[in-house]
């Protein structure tokens, strides 16, 4: 079991969150919204952004990391999977019922 973390702009979360449930790439994506400060071009920066928490399985990550790439507005989203020691079994079982 897999769980992806992303961030987006606010305006594309609704989008990327949408598409890959529908696409059935994830069982489920959560969003939060956040403050990300960061460094880019030499600059510190200060956006409003959200996080997005797919939860997908070890054998869609691949597919569900190539769909974020192909929709996400940012030249460098940040992806990042989490491999999970310990699920409960019953929500493991649901999620890799609904994902493809």
Do not use: Q
């Not at 609704?14 to 960061?38: F, H, K, Q």
């Not at 880019?40 to 997005?52: F, K, R, Y």
């Amino acid at each position: 079991m897999t769980t992806v973390y992303i961030t987006s702009p606010p305006d594309a979360a609704d989008r990327i969150a949408e598409a890959l449930v529908e696409e059935r790439l994830a069982a489920c994506v959560n969003r939060m919204p956040t403050t990300s400060t960061y460094r880019w071009d030499g600059e510190i920066h200060h956006d409003e952004e959200h996080v997005l928490l797919a939860k997908t399985t070890d054998d869609t990550y691949v597919d569900l990391e190539e769909r974020v790439l192909e929709i996400h507005p940012y030249d460098i989203p940040c992806i990042e999977r989490f491999d999970e020691s310990h699920v409960l079994e019953s929500f493991a079982a649901w999620r890799a019922d609904t994902v493809e």
